[in-house]
């Protein structure tokens, strides 16, 4: 049966021996979850080979193949977490190297905005944290 070389549209990145891989579709996760995978048994193995190969065939959901080979990745503790460009850093205190973090028992009043333009990124983060 005729396979196709299809692409997720973000990588995975799992450390195997050592080594950082970033996995772009369901063929390169076929060829390492048949490799070097060092746990080829369980449920979500089994699963993530199965989605991988019918997403190959056209015969399955891409997404779906890629959900699996995460879970695949997890169970076998390969997957290697990456930050999101950005994500932090726009969220700092000033004059501090930690990001934000709200406290879950303490409500941040929201402030009345009295401009009369469109407000910039750094602007409704002023607006909506008091210190």
């Known amino acids: 049966m005729k396979t196709y070389v299809i692409y ?32 080829k048994s369980g449920r979500h193995y089994l699963t993530a080979l199965r989605e991988c190969e019918l997403a190959c065939r056209l015969r399955g959901g891409l ?15 390969v ?5 999101i460009p950005g994500a932090v850093e726009e969220v700092r205190l000033a004059g501090s190297s930690a990001p934000f973090l709200p406290d879950a028992g303490h409500a941040v009043p929201a402030q009345a905005d009295t401009s009369d333009g ?7 983060l002023n607006n909506s944290c008091s210190l």
């Open 118 to 124: 469109p407000q910039t990124k750094a602007a409704l």
């Open 63 to 77: 997404g779906s193949s890629r959900e699996r080979f995460v879970a695949a990745a997890l169970a076998a503790h």
């Open 79 to 83: 997957l290697e977490p990456l930050p």
């Open 8 to 39: 997720w549209t973000a990588s995975v990145a799992i450390k195997l021996e050592g080594e950082l891989i970033f996995v772009d579709g369901p063929l390169q996760a076929i060829e390492l979850l048949e490799g070097d995978w060092p746990d």
